[in-house]
């Protein structure tokens, strides 16, 4: 089965939601947050996969190897996934690597621009 079928076409009620993890083991159970309310599953891989981008990058430091940042990242960041997404969900095991090998730029980290709970009416 492709991950695709009816099941990951339409949003379940609420939206999709990410799940943040804490890889530091600091959170109960890991789970840091729910991010909820994505209307497409496209959106809600989108901001997982920016999120983690994000955290990877705020564990590189000057110098560090490839190999280096990953074990900063799995000893310190934060990793998130698409709950009940099954095959359709975004991994980042699948480019943890890349991630670790090429610096990302602005966009490719910008979660909060995909975030479900930026409201342009509200406050600040």
């Known amino acids: 089965m492709s991950g695709f079928g009816a099941d990951t076409l339409f949003a379940p009620a609420g939206g999709w939601r990410v799940r943040i ?3 530091s083991g600091g959170a ?3 789970v840091v ?3 909820g309310g994505f209307p497409t599953l496209m959106q809600a891989n989108a901001f997982a996969r920016r999120y983690v981008r994000d955290s990877v990058e705020r564990c590189r430091a000057p110098g560090l190897s490839s190999r280096e940042v990953l074990d900063a990242w799995f000893a ?8 009940d997404a099954g ?3 975004w991994r980042s095991g699948t480019e943890l690597a890349d991630f670790a090998d090429r610096p990302a730029g602005g966009e490719e980290r910008d ?5 479900p709970r930026r ?4 406050e600040e």
Request: net charge negative; proline share 3%; aromatic share 6%.
């Open 21 to 23: 993890l804490d890889l």
């Open 28 to 30: 109960e159970g890991n």
């Open 33 to 35: 947050e729910e991010v």
């Open 76 to 83: 310190f960041g934060e990793d998130a996934e698409v709950v």
């Open 87 to 89: 095959g359709g969900g």
């Open 111 to 115: 979660w909060r621009a995909l975030d």
């Open 119 to 122: 409201d342009p009416g509200a």
